[in-house]
């Protein structure tokens, strides 16, 4: 599986990098890195508007790519998936048109977990000062899980949105969303569930899911940075205000007056990332190839292994332990180690890992800890990896102690 990554063909003279970050962006396949040089050798041309044949090819790849992406989150409809940036930029479309549409109010609750990444968090910040409304964070429970009975006591008439991850990113923990989303919908709040770090791990289908909204980041699923998207239910998108205003997103312009275009085009102003979008498509079929299942299992062993590997090691506290609940990444805390230290010196080691509060600064605070060291793996990952960055750990300590 290696060899299809060209970032790991090895250098004369340098020895591999363990390459344990990939809840931070993954490395990507050759053939993405192909289909980005076929796109701009190709078929380079904007779409939508153009009476030439390149445009027309340019236009039908784009287009095929959301079909690839609302098949891979099994969308209802195409007409449901806009291409975006990434989780953070879809976060923040859904977040500002529900204060445009003024269905979040003074006085109502958006609700949001303790383990978010700030970019599940900000955005709802920003629209609760806005319009005075409240944000309402559940707890977790004493072994790092969602704590549901807080969460249920928490939902009343006053909620409008629920927006959760599927996956944290700094404990690696997998949220019990189809029953958040279940709850939400019984008294009437919107959901938005961030899929940043379970798409590359694990089979998902937004309709068992129960969303309104779902947002993922191409990069961390093999596809290009700047890529994603963000799926909204057909009806709601129907129902909410346009975002930014510009090319494509039009009907008619007029001085007096606009009209907006149909979905998905009333929210994809001006030129979209045409070979991002149909990159990320090629990234989304390397993964239908691999097989969710079994990179999913290829993952779980990986994972088992590093858990047990490292919480042999003196002083290590493995956050969320053996939980059942553990995707595809572990975190760790080391009393009077900094987690910077150890990074370092796994660095010098040739292991990639990565150190910090993750973008969880409140999960940090309510853990009365700065930062933890990241371990996360990938389709790609080996024995081997894990194997190389527990020896690299014990040693790393040794010499911290
Ligand atoms: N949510 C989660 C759970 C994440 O892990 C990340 C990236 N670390 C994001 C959102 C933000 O993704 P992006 O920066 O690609 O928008």
Not at 81 to 108: H, K, M, P, W, Y
Not at 164 to 169: G, K, R, T
Not at 329 to 354: C, E, F, K, W
Request: aromatic share 6%; hydrophobic share 40%; net charge neutral.
């Amino acid at each position: 599986m290696k060899t299809d990554f060209p970032f790991f063909d090895p250098l004369p003279g340098e020895s591999e990098v363990v390459y344990l970050d990939n809840a931070a962006t993954t490395q990507k396949p050759r053939c993405v890195l192909e289909a980005l040089q076929n796109y701009y050798c190709r078929i380079n041309a904007n779409v939508h508007r153009g009476a030439h044949r390149t445009s027309r090819l340019a236009t039908e790849a784009h287009e095929a790519a959301r079909r690839c992406v609302s098949q891979f989150l099994h969308a209802a409809s195409e007409r449901e998936i806009l291409f975006t940036s990434g989780c953070t930029e879809g976060i923040n479309l859904v977040a500002q048109v529900l204060a445009l549409s003024g269905r979040v109010r003074e006085g109502d609750e958006i609700v949001v977990s303790t383990d978010a990444h700030h970019s599940n968090i900000v955005p709802w910040q920003m629209l609760c000062e806005r319009v005075g409304a409240k944000l309402r964070v559940v707890p977790l429970t004493p072994d790092l899980s969602f704590d549901m009975t807080a969460y249920t006591d928490m939902l009343s008439s006053r909620t409008r949105v629920v927006a959760v991850p599927v996956v944290s990113n700094a404990l690696g923990l997998r949220l019990p969303v189809e029953e958040i989303t279940r709850a939400a919908k019984e008294v009437g709040a919107l959901t938005l569930i961030d899929g940043a770090q379970a798409v590359a791990h694990e089979m998902v289908d937004v309709q068992t899911l129960g969303c309104d909204f779902f947002v993922f980041s191409g990069h961390k699923v093999y596809g290009p940075t700047g890529t994603g998207a963000l799926l909204g239910k057909e009806e709601l998108l129907e129902s909410l205000p346009p975002w930014k205003g510009g090319g494509e997103m039009i009907n008619q312009v007029t001085f007096a007056r606009t009209t907006y275009n149909k979905l998905p085009f009333k929210y994809e102003a001006g030129t979209p990332n045409i070979a991002g979008n149909i990159v990320l498509a090629e990234a989304l079929r390397f993964v239908q190839r691999a097989g969710l299942p079994t990179i999913h299992e290829h993952e779980k062993k990986l994972v088992r292994q590093l858990v047990a590997g490292l919480r042999e090691l003196p002083g290590v506290h493995v956050l969320g332990g053996d939980s059942p609940q553990r995707s595809s990444l572990v975190s760790i805390h080391v009393p009077q180690v900094h987690h910077y230290d150890l990074g370092t010196l796994l660095d010098q080691m040739n292991i990639a890992v990565r150190t910090g509060h993750h973008c969880c600064q409140p999960l940090m605070q309510a853990l009365g800890i700065t930062g933890t060291t990241r371990y996360s793996v990938a389709v790609y990952n080996t024995e081997e990896d894990i194997h190389r960055a527990l020896s690299a750990t014990r040693r790393a300590l040794d010499m911290l102690r």
